[in-house]
Structure formats: structure tokens, C-alpha cells
């Protein structure tokens, strides 16, 4: 499955050509799955990714979350206990933002990351949800660096495969209903 962040939500648009950041999540055996975010080359120079909010349907048990990266700071996860720009989310990864050693640990334009994500009954499928509260959608990614000192948060648009599989569980939940009448 992969997200595209390409849509603002709040904050300055970040510069350079949209997707700004994209990432892919691929199950990796029974209860994980490999995660990749990628801050596109086609971002401007200066930018870097400072959060990722993500959502679980159904919310795993056991949730441990992999790393060997300078650029992964924290991640934390909780049922809708993490809010940001109006949404409620189940899973954060912080990245560095320290300018330390003039950025070298950033997650700056052309770099990429990964981790694993590991739970009871955990699969890619889980992370097609939708925040909680004012704000619905699948993740959230902050970027700072915006014309210097600027930031924006902005979301993925699904790639149409992972619409279709929205599309084919909607109809099936809608039939199901149906039959129940």
C-alpha cells in the first residue's frame, strides 16, 4: 500500500513538486509489516519531514515498532491518543529536527527511512483508516522548513488500488446491511 502526501492541510504548502513524501507499507510476514517513508526529491531544499501520524482499523494489541535510524527520535501508539490539526490518530513516528551537525540526521529531500511495525493480527490493511475527530484522514506528515522557518501539515491521497479495496470493503459492509433488512 502506498500513501502520497500531496494535500495541505494546514500551514504553509511546502515548496517543490508535489508528492512531497510518500510512503509505503508492505506486510512482511504473520503480525508485521515494513515500513518506508520517502521525502521526495521533487521537495525543496531546506524542507524536512518532522512527523508521521498513521491510523490502525483494527487497533493491534502488542504494538512494538523497529529501528536502526539517527533519523527516528520517537514514535509512540494509543487508540485515537495522539491529535493533530483536528484529528485524533493511533501511531506517531518523530523524526529529527535538530540542526545539529548542519542537519545530517534530518529527513531532507532524497532520503528515505524504514522501520517494522509489529502487532497481534497486524497487517498493512489496518493502517486504511481514518482519523478520528474534525480531521478524516488515512496519515499526517509534518513538514518544516518552509521558506526557511515556515511548516505544513499535509496528507496522502490514496493510490487508486487502495481506493478499490475502500470501495470493494464499503460495498461488502452495504450488502451485508442489506441482507440484514
Given at each position: 500500500?502506498?500513501?502520497?502526501?500531496?494535500?495541505?492541510?494546514?500551514?504553509?504548502?511546502?515548496?517543490?513538486?508535489?508528492?512531497?513524501?510518500?510512503?509505503?507499507?508492505?506486510?512482511?510476514?504473520?503480525?508485521?509489516?515494513?515500513?518506508?517513508?520517502?521525502?521526495?526529491?521533487?521537495?525543496?531544499?531546506?524542507?524536512?519531514?518532522?512527523?508521521?501520524?498513521?491510523?490502525?482499523?483494527?487497533?493491534?494489541?502488542?504494538?512494538?515498532?523497529?529501528?536502526?535510524?539517527?533519523?527516528?527520535?520517537?514514535?509512540?501508539?494509543?487508540?485515537?491518543?495522539?491529535?493533530?490539526?483536528?484529528?485524533?490518530?493511533?501511531?506517531?513516528?518523530?523524526?529529527?529536527?535538530?540542526?545539529?551537525?548542519g542537519g545530517a540526521h534530518r529527513?531532507?529531500?532524497?532520503?528515505?527511512?524504514?522501520?517494522?511495525?509489529?502487532?497481534?493480527?497486524?497487517?498493512e490493511d489496518d493502517f486504511v483508516?481514518?482519523?478520528?475527530?474534525?480531521?478524516?484522514?488515512?496519515?499526517?506528515?509534518?513538514?518544516?522548513?518552509?521558506?526557511?522557518?515556515?511548516?505544513?501539515?499535509?496528507?496522502?491521497?490514496?493510490?487508486?488500488?487502495?481506493?478499490?479495496?475502500?470501495?470493494?470493503?464499503?460495498?461488502?459492509?452495504?450488502?451485508?446491511?442489506?441482507?440484514?433488512?
Amino acid at each position: 500500500m502506498t500513501f502520497d502526501f500531496e494535500v495541505l492541510i494546514t500551514g504553509q504548502m511546502p515548496q517543490g513538486s508535489s508528492p512531497w513524501a510518500t510512503l509505503t507499507i508492505e506486510d512482511n510476514g504473520s503480525d508485521t509489516v515494513d515500513m518506508t517513508l520517502s521525502h521526495n526529491a521533487g521537495s525543496a531544499e531546506g524542507q524536512f519531514i518532522s512527523k508521521l501520524l498513521l491510523n490502525m482499523d483494527p487497533f493491534a494489541d502488542n504494538l512494538t515498532l523497529t529501528h536502526s535510524s539517527t533519523k527516528i527520535t520517537g514514535f509512540g501508539f494509543g487508540m485515537d491518543a495522539f491529535n493533530d490539526a483536528g484529528g485524533r490518530f493511533d501511531m506517531y513516528v518523530d523524526f529529527e529536527v535538530s540542526n545539529r551537525d548542519g542537519g545530517a540526521h534530518r529527513l531532507k529531500p532524497g532520503e528515505s527511512v524504514s522501520w517494522q511495525v509489529m502487532g497481534d493480527g497486524l497487517s498493512e490493511d489496518d493502517f486504511v483508516a481514518l482519523s478520528q475527530g474534525h480531521l478524516n484522514v488515512f496519515a499526517l506528515l509534518h513538514i518544516q522548513g518552509i521558506n526557511g522557518e515556515g511548516s505544513g501539515k499535509v496528507a496522502p491521497v490514496p493510490e487508486p488500488g487502495t481506493l478499490a479495496a475502500i470501495g470493494v470493503g464499503l460495498a461488502a459492509l452495504a450488502s451485508r446491511r442489506l441482507k440484514r433488512k
